[in-house]
């Protein structure tokens, strides 16, 4: 692994992934995957669940949204929402369920359970039974007991199933970072955390009376909410098995009766499962739809569903008849989302990819246009009147986009029983359609009776246009991006922060336009799926790039010395994990040597000097006797205000570890996964010191950031030989092959070649040749034929052209000498009026 000797290990390391956040990280920078709108007395708020890995609650009462509270900790799109009294659920691609205090200012996280094997797409909830089902890729299906804290996998069923028991020690099961006891696998939880998950004597630190949100969610905004209780209906519960048989099915949609009695699932095999969660028996299932099921909803006593799929249609069945007794032709594309504000299903709201919204009367059999959003729709939320408030004349409807903003839509309310709205402004649907072809509904679309009633949003959950395409440049430091809006924007990923913006720009134009000939080796790589900018680090390939400190801006410091791309970015993102843990440590230790028994406790892990690592040991040294970080107050490091300690001591977290690193509003987020393979998400400010390794830290990063193992990289030196150019009379140096780091500029070889034939009584002097001169190259001489003295300039070619200064040994290797054995240059007296070429280069090497 490293030039130290180490044996590499066998097995693949655990990842690390520093996510570069949006400078106004209070908004969501992708799109919107999920809304819920709860019924709260004397409150109008909305939950959003993003792309971006987070979920957001704002008061939507005002004019203009505000944000409320974030909910950080997912590591990957965040897919549906749903809410039991002060319990807000979640569910992402990161494969867990998440429970969050619904209420709280800062987001407080409860429980994270990982019983799925992969992508966790749809929820649905039951709040007063206190069920929760969730559903995803693998066609899995779990019904989680809140009550009991038990889990049961409804589908795929298990070979054998087993009975409840606690989860043995670093099962995946559960994961609890507040100290909770575990959720899952639990035979009960105690009084006083059923009373904090529940939301019973919150406070005013909860959510005042979150009530039930009556079906109105469907497919992408919580699922199906009611009442009652199932005790005895978790008796038998099962892990996950090891081993299971194929299912290539997945479920992307999911509906539950308020009774716990009927869950409804959509998959992407055109079929509705329906099964009882009590017994986990299936019950039937439900066939017609020619495509995915994408939206779901079901009534009180689970007599009647709702259905809207990838064909374009919306169904309505008879449960009990397990038939469909009507389909609805209204839109020309896939079905997303269905919303309706009654248990009878009179009236039902649905959009999709075709970006429309739509209004069906079910009586009537008519529908109208209410709106057309810019892009498809992916979640919509009905806006609930408190009681008492007959009528404003409109209903609000909130609605997402894979845009990273949420459009509030006001639309007349629904004619009573849908009378005259065919005549007046909506349009006629076939009755026992079976589905329309897709020309026809396509064109049906175009008809000029279908005016949208609502021309533009009310209101505006704002968003900030998310990175969509990015291009590592050569020098495998900088990142270019565009973003949704078409911005062109240039990253630092050593700074962590946007470094220039070039504004509406082709995006290859530009890279071709910065593109400057650098051979640096890959470590590490971007991607951009949650709407900013991320790169992940893998050892070895991590630690194979370095650079000279003083090309990076530090003071002070040997020419020589060399900086660690990767080992930089570990100490700078891990800087307050190590600090906090060895705050910790030494709290440990005093409090070992005050009693008996317990003498080294906490020496299980040694923290060597920094000395050998840091650039200056004294401000690398970890600080003692501060506590706390102020983010965003008072003055941090080089006035970035991050990474300050409290107290008034005025000591840094990241010391002098990089003069220019986190000089931005947003600090990073670390995403990584502990041992069992479930992901976790932090901010860089969040470490409290409890993140043990290797459970929740990868021992490599152990190894890098505590216990300052080597990472020089194995192919870190570049053998190449100094010959006298032909015909130039210059005599041969004493010892003309050598062996240097392969970082190691042109300019310092020249230098050693005038030293060396200055040995030898050449009195040559180093006159620089730059095709683009770097900030950090030192003053040039005079200019004329001869410099100070009258002594004559150096030249050095490789392949019969002049070599740039700036360049580095690695980089004449690739881009000029382009061959694979040792790399040869000659050397000659520069003549004024007839100088060696410049190099012809390009991207392509």
């Known amino acids: 692994m490293y030039a130290n000797g180490s044996t ?170 507040t100290g909770q006891p575990p959720l899952s696998g639990t035979s009960s939880l105690d009084h006083h955390h059923q009373q904090d998950l529940m939301g019973i004597g919150s406070g ?250 609502a021309k533009s949003p009310v209101a505006v959950v704002p968003g900030v246009p998310g990175i969509v395409a990015h291009e590592v440049l050569a020098d495998r430091r900088h990142v270019l991006t565009k973003d949704s809006a078409g911005l062109v924007a240039l990253w630092d990923v050593l700074q962590g922060a946007q470094v220039a913006s070039y504004g509406m720009v082709d995006l290859a134009a530009k890279a071709k336009e910065l593109w400057e000939a650098r051979s640096v080796p890959s470590w590490f790589t971007c991607d951009n799926k949650l709407g900013c900018l991320a790169i992940t680090l893998e050892p070895p390939s991590a630690f194979m790039a370095e650079e000279y400190a003083a090309q990076l801006d530090y003071a002070n410091v040997p020419d020589d010395y060399k900086v660690n791309y990767g080992k930089l970015v570990l100490d700078c993102v891990f800087a307050k994990w190590r600090y906090k843990l060895a705050q910790s440590m030494g709290a440990s230790a005093s409090a070992a040597a005050s009693s008996s028994g317990h003498a080294g406790a906490a020496a299980s892990m040694s923290l060597p000097p920094s000395s050998s690592t840091s650039i200056q040991s004294a401000s690398a040294a970890l600080p003692q006797g501060h506590q706390g970080i102020a983010v965003g107050g008072g003055q941090g490091l080089h006035g970035s205000g991050v990474g300050t300690a409290e107290g008034g001591g005025g000591v840094s977290y990241y010391g002098e570890l990089w003069p220019k690193y986190w000089q931005c509003r947003a600090l990073p987020a670390v995403i990584c996964s502990r041992h069992d393979g479930q992901r976790w998400r932090r901010l860089i400010s969040s470490f409290d010191g409890s993140e043990t390794e290797p459970v929740e830290v990868p021992t490599w990063v152990g190894d890098v950031v505590l216990r300052n193992t080597s990472v020089t990289p194995k192919e870190a030196k570049c053998a190449f030989i100094l010959l006298p150019a032909e015909g130039s009379n210059l005599p041969s140096l004493m010892q003309s092959k050598l062996n240097a780091p392969r970082i190691l500029q042109i300019h310092k070889v020249a230098h050693y070649c005038c030293s060396k034939l200055q ?37 050095l070619t490789c392949n019969g052209v002049a070599v740039p200064y700036e360049m580095s040994l690695a980089t004449v290797k690739k881009y000029i000498w382009k061959k694979s054995d040792d790399l040869v240059f000659h050397y000659r007296i520069r003549d004024p009026t007839r100088p060696a070429p410049p190099p012809a280069l390009s991207a392509g090497g």
């Open 204 to 453: 005013g630190a909860g959510l005042p009376s979150m009530g039930n949100h009556n079906n109105m969610h469907g497919m992408g905004s919580g699922g199906s909410s009611g009442g009652g209780a199932v005790k005895g209906a978790m008796g038998s519960v099962s892990e996950p098995p090891q081993q299971q048989q194929h299912h290539p099915g997945s479920v992307y949609a999911l509906a539950l009766t308020p009774s716990g009695t009927v869950v409804a699932a959509g998959t992407s095999e055109a079929l509705i499962r329906l099964l009882d969660p009590r017994s986990g028996k299936k019950i039937t299932k439900l066939r017609g739809h020619q495509d995915t099921v994408r939206a779901l909803l079901m009534n009180s006593d689970g007599t009647t569903l709702l259905s809207g799929a990838s064909d374009g249609t919306i169904k309505l069945w008879d449960v009990g008849m397990q038939r469909c007794v009507q389909t609805y032709n209204v839109h020309s594309d896939s079905v997303w989302s269905l919303l309706s504000p009654d248990d009878s299903f009179s009236v039902i709201y649905s959009a999709g990819r075709d970006r429309a919204l739509y209004r069906t009367y079910t009586h009537s059999r008519t529908s109208e246009l209410l709106a057309v959003e810019n892009g498809p729709v992916q979640a919509m939320a009905l806006e609930v009147d408190e009681a008492g408030d007959p009528t404003s004349g409109s209903v609000g409807l909130w609605v997402a986009t894979p845009e990273s903003h949420v459009h509030k839509w006001a639309v007349p309310r629904e004619a009573a029983g849908g009378a005259g709205a065919g005549a007046e402004r909506g349009f006629s649907i076939a009755r026992r359609s079976h589905g329309l072809t897709a020309n026809l509904r396509n064109r049906s679309v175009h008809e000029p009776s279908r005016l949208a009633l």
């Open 8 to 177: 590499p290990r066998i097995r693949k390391e655990r990842k690390v992934s520093v996510v570069f956040q949006h400078p106004d990280d209070g908004k969501h920078c992708a799109g919107v995957e999920a809304l819920l709108f709860p019924s709260v007395p004397n409150h109008k708020l909305l939950f959003t669940a993003s792309r971006d890995s987070t979920v957001k609650r704002w008061d939507v009462a005002g004019p203009e949204p505000v944000l409320e509270a974030s909910f950080d900790g997912h590591a990957d799109w965040v897919n549906d929402l749903a809410l039991i009294g002060d319990l807000l659920i979640t569910c992402s691609n990161d494969q867990t369920v998440r429970l969050w205090k619904a209420g709280s200012d800062n987001g407080q996280h409860l429980h994270t359970l990982s019983y799925h094997s992969d992508y966790v797409t749809c929820l649905a909830a039951a709040p007063s039974r206190g069920m929760v089902v969730s559903a995803g890729l693998r066609s899995e299906i779990f019904l989680l007991s809140i009550e009991t804290g038990k889990h049961m996998q409804l589908y795929p069923r298990s070979p054998q199933p087993s009975h409840s028991s606690a989860p043995a020690a670093g099962s995946p099961a559960s994961h609890h970072p």
């Open 759 to 795: 040995e030898q009584n050449v009195q040559l002097e180093v006159r620089p040749f730059y095709l683009r001169r770097p900030p950090y190259a030192p003053p040039e001489p005079p200019s004329g034929g001869a410099g100070a003295g009258g002594r004559a300039a150096l030249e």
